[in-house]
C-alpha cells in the first residue's frame, strides 16, 4: 500500500499559477459579492435583533483580532493542501456557493448588532482595525468568516490525520470564538455560519471532485481561455463569444459540441495563421493532430487535443467527424500556399474558399441540429469566401498568403509592383480593377442568396443563415467602402473595364 501523501506540500509551477488564479478570482469574487451586499443593505432602514440576553456579558478582547484575521492565512494555506487544480476545484467552489448563499441572507434577513461602541488603544488597535475593516459593515448572519474557516478545517482536515484535523478544528473553532470576543457576530451568526459551511462542503465536495465533472470544467476553462485569446486578436471574436454563450444557455451540456468544435477549429486556424505562435512549424503540429483525429489516439492533454478530443467525440456522426477531418486539411493548405510561395488562378482561389466554407457552415449548421443545410445556399457560401478574402486582405498578405488570383497578382507585377504589398495592390490599376469586379460580383451573390433563403423560408436554421447574410450585407454596405472609398464610386460596375485582366469572370 503507498503511503499517504503530506498534508502540505510545493505545488507544481504550472499547477500553482491554475490553483493561484483560482484563488484570486474567488477574491474578486468575494469581494464583489459581499461588498456588493453589504452596499445594498446600506439603504436599509430596519434590522432584526438576533442577540442573545447573555451575550452582553460576554467581553471585548481587541487581543483576539489576532485570532480574527488568522482566517486568511488559513485560507492561504489551501494553495500547499491542494497543489492541483483538480484538488481545489471543490473546495474554491464551497466557499463561492457560501459567499452566494451568505449575501442572499444579508439581503433577506439584515441583522441589527446589539454590541456597545467599540474603542480599541494601545498595541492592539492597528491589528483591531484591520480586523473591523475586513468585516466591512452589516452582512452578519450567517458569519462568512466561521463558514470559511470552518469549510477550510473541514477541508484540510480529510487529508490529514487525526492530529491535523484536531488541529484545524481548533483553530476554526479560535476564529468563531473571536468573532464574539471582538464583538464582530452575536452566536447566532457564528452557528449559522458554521451550519453553512457544514452543509455546503457536504453537498459540493462529492460532486465537484467528480472526473467527470472536473474533465467537463477543464473543457469550459479551456473554451474560456481560447475565446478570450481571440477577443483580444480581435473584437469580432468577442461578439461571437457573446453569441455562442447566448445560443448555449438554454442547453448548456447539449451545446459544448459547439463551443468546443469553434475554439478547436479557430485554434487550428489561427496556428497555420501564424497568429499563434508555436515552438515548431505549423505544418508538422497540424499533421501530428490530424493523426491523433484519424486514429481516435490522443497523445496529450494539450489544450487543442483536449477540444479536439472532446469536438469528435461529441458530434455524434461518422459524416461530420469526416468533414472536420476534411476541414482541417482544406485548412492546411493556406500554410503550403505561403511556406511554397503558392499561386492559385481565380477558379481554383474559389473552390478552395467554398469548400472552407461548405465544410464549417456545414458542421456549425449540423451542430445546432437545424434543417438547413450549407448546399442549399451556394450564393451565401460564395459571398463568405468573397467576404473573407477581403476582410482579411491586408492581414493575409503580411503573412505571404495570396488571395489573390494569380492572373491579377501577374498583372500587377507587370505595373512593377509587388501584390503582396498590400498599398501595392490597391494603388495599381489591375488591383484595383480587381477589387471593384469583386465587390459587384459581390452584390450580385447577395441578392441571389437572400432569393434563395427566402425559398427555405419555414425550415429550421435559416434564421441562422439570415444573420450571416445580414452581417456580410453590413461589410459590403459600410466597413469595406470606409476602408477602401473607392468602391463607392464603382457600386455600379458589374465587369472588368475593357483590357483589364478577369480573374476568373
Same mark, same amino acid.
Given at each position: 500500500?503507498?503511503?499517504?501523501?503530506?498534508l502540505f506540500?510545493?505545488p507544481?509551477r504550472d499547477?500553482?499559477?491554475?490553483?493561484?488564479s483560482?484563488?484570486f478570482g474567488f $477574491?474578486l469574487f468575494?469581494?464583489l459579492v459581499?461588498?456588493g451586499?453589504?452596499?445594498?443593505?446600506?439603504?436599509?432602514?430596519? =434590522?432584526?435583533?438576533v442577540?442573545l440576553p447573555?451575550?452582553?456579558h460576554?467581553?471585548?478582547v481587541?487581543?483576539?483580532?489576532a485570532?480574527?484575521?488568522s482566517?486568511d492565512l488559513?485560507?492561504?494555506?489551501?494553495?500547499l493542501?491542494?497543489?492541483?487544480w483538480?484538488?481545489?476545484?471543490?473546495?474554491v467552489?464551497a466557499l463561492?456557493?457560501?459567499? *452566494?448563499?451568505?449575501a442572499a441572507?444579508?439581503?433577506?434577513l439584515?441583522v441589527e448588532v446589539?454590541?456597545?461602541?467599540? #474603542?480599541v488603544s494601545?498595541?492592539?488597535? @492597528?491589528?483591531?482595525f484591520?480586523?473591523?475593516?475586513m468585516? &466591512?459593515?452589516r452582512?452578519?448572519?450567517p @458569519?462568512?468568516h466561521?463558514a470559511f474557516a470552518?469549510?477550510?478545517?473541514?477541508?484540510?482536515?480529510?487529508?490529514?490525520?487525526?492530529l491535523?484535523?484536531s488541529?484545524?478544528? &481548533?483553530?476554526a473553532t479560535?476564529i468563531a470564538a473571536?468573532?464574539?470576543?471582538?464583538?464582530?457576530h452575536?452566536?447566532?451568526d457564528?452557528l449559522a455560519?458554521?451550519l453553512?459551511?457544514w452543509?455546503?462542503?457536504?453537498?459540493?465536495?462529492p460532486?465537484?471532485?467528480r472526473?467527470?465533472f472536473?474533465?467537463?470544467? +477543464?473543457?469550459?476553462a479551456?473554451? $474560456?481561455?481560447?475565446?478570450y485569446?481571440f477577443?483580444?486578436?480581435?473584437l469580432?471574436?468577442?461578439?461571437i $463569444?457573446?453569441?455562442?454563450y447566448r445560443y448555449?444557455?438554454?442547453?448548456?451540456r447539449?451545446?459544448?459540441v459547439?463551443r468546443? %468544435?469553434?475554439?478547436?477549429l479557430?485554434?487550428?486556424? /489561427? *496556428?497555420?495563421?501564424?497568429?499563434?505562435?508555436? /515552438?515548431?512549424?505549423?505544418l508538422?503540429w *497540424?499533421?501530428?493532430?490530424?493523426?491523433?483525429?484519424?486514429t481516435?489516439?490522443?497523445s496529450?492533454?494539450?489544450?487543442?487535443?483536449t477540444?479536439?478530443r *472532446?469536438f469528435l467525440?461529441?458530434? =455524434?456522426?461518422d %459524416?461530420?467527424?469526416?468533414?472536420?477531418?476534411?476541414?482541417v486539411r482544406t485548412m492546411?493548405?493556406?500554410?503550403v500556399?505561403v511556406?511554397?510561395?503558392r499561386?492559385?488562378?481565380?477558379?481554383?482561389l474559389?473552390?478552395h474558399?467554398?469548400?472552407?466554407f461548405r465544410?464549417s457552415?456545414?458542421l456549425?449548421?449540423h451542430?445546432?441540429?437545424v434543417e438547413v443545410r450549407?448546399?442549399?445556399s451556394?450564393?451565401?457560401l460564395?459571398a463568405f469566401?468573397w467576404?473573407?478574402?477581403m476582410?482579411d486582405?491586408?492581414?493575409?498578405?503580411?503573412?505571404?498568403?495570396?488571395?489573390?488570383p494569380?492572373?491579377v497578382?501577374?498583372?500587377v507585377?507587370a505595373?512593377?509592383? /509587388?501584390p503582396?504589398?498590400?498599398?501595392?495592390l490597391?494603388?495599381?490599376v489591375?488591383?484595383r480593377?480587381?477589387m471593384?469586379?469583386?465587390?459587384a460580383?459581390a452584390? $450580385?451573390?447577395?441578392n441571389?442568396a437572400?432569393v #434563395?433563403? @427566402?425559398a427555405?423560408?419555414?425550415r429550421s436554421?435559416v434564421?441562422?443563415?439570415?444573420l450571416?447574410?445580414?452581417?456580410?450585407?453590413?461589410?459590403?454596405a459600410? +466597413?469595406?467602402?470606409?476602408?477602401?472609398?473607392f468602391l463607392?464610386?464603382?457600386t455600379a460596375?458589374s465587369?472588368?473595364? @475593357?483590357?483589364?485582366?478577369?480573374?476568373?469572370?
Open positions: 500500500m503507498s503511503a499517504s501523501p503530506p506540500g510545493w507544481p499547477e500553482l499559477r491554475l490553483t493561484g483560482m484563488a $477574491a468575494f469581494l459581499y461588498g451586499a453589504s452596499a445594498v443593505t446600506g439603504f436599509y432602514t430596519w =434590522g432584526v435583533r442577540d447573555f451575550e452582553r460576554i467581553p471585548f481587541p487581543a483576539w483580532a485570532v480574527y484575521v482566517m488559513l485560507l492561504l494555506l489551501s494553495l493542501v491542494f497543489r492541483t483538480r484538488e481545489m476545484v471543490p473546495f467552489l463561492c456557493l457560501e459567499t *452566494v448563499l451568505g441572507c444579508f439581503l433577506v439584515p446589539a454590541w456597545p461602541p467599540r #474603542e494601545g498595541g492592539w488597535a @492597528s491589528v483591531f484591520l480586523a473591523d475593516t468585516n &466591512l459593515e452582512n452578519y448572519l @458569519s462568512l466561521v470552518c469549510t477550510a478545517a473541514l477541508a484540510y482536515g480529510e487529508r490529514g490525520g487525526w491535523a484535523r488541529l484545524f478544528a &481548533l483553530w479560535a473571536s468573532t464574539l470576543l471582538i464583538h464582530e452575536h452566536l447566532a457564528v455560519g458554521a453553512l459551511a452543509g455546503t462542503w457536504r453537498v459540493v465536495a460532486r465537484a471532485s472526473a467527470g472536473l474533465d467537463a470544467l +477543464r473543457v469550459e479551456l473554451c $474560456a481561455r481560447e475565446l485569446l477577443s483580444r486578436r480581435h469580432r471574436y468577442l461578439l $463569444a457573446l453569441g455562442l448555449s444557455l438554454p442547453r448548456w447539449a451545446t459544448r459547439a468546443a %468544435g469553434f475554439c478547436f479557430q485554434r487550428v486556424d /489561427d *496556428v497555420l495563421d501564424g497568429d499563434r505562435p508555436i /515552438d515548431r512549424e505549423p508538422e *497540424v499533421d501530428a493532430l490530424l493523426v491523433q483525429m484519424e481516435g489516439r490522443w496529450d492533454e494539450g489544450s487543442a487535443s477540444l479536439g *472532446v467525440a461529441e458530434l =455524434g456522426d %459524416g461530420a467527424r469526416a468533414e472536420a477531418l476534411q476541414l492546411r493548405k493556406d500554410r500556399r511556406r511554397e510561395r499561386e492559385l488562378e481565380a477558379e481554383a474559389r473552390a474558399h467554398r469548400d472552407t465544410l457552415v456545414g456549425m449548421l451542430v445546432a441540429g450549407a448546399s442549399d451556394p450564393a451565401l460564395e469566401g467576404c473573407s478574402t476582410r486582405l491586408r492581414e493575409d498578405l503580411d503573412k505571404g498568403l495570396l488571395n489573390v494569380s492572373e497578382s501577374r498583372a507585377r505595373e512593377g509592383m /509587388d503582396l504589398r498590400y498599398e501595392d490597391v494603388g495599381s489591375a488591383g480593377a480587381w471593384v469586379a469583386e465587390y460580383r452584390r $450580385a451573390l447577395l441571389q437572400a #434563395e433563403l @427566402s427555405l423560408e419555414g436554421g434564421s441562422l443563415l439570415r450571416f447574410h445580414r452581417s456580410i450585407e453590413g461589410f459590403w459600410k +466597413r469595406l467602402p470606409r476602408r477602401l472609398p463607392r464610386e464603382a460596375v465587369s472588368w473595364p @475593357s483590357g483589364a485582366p478577369t480573374g476568373g469572370q
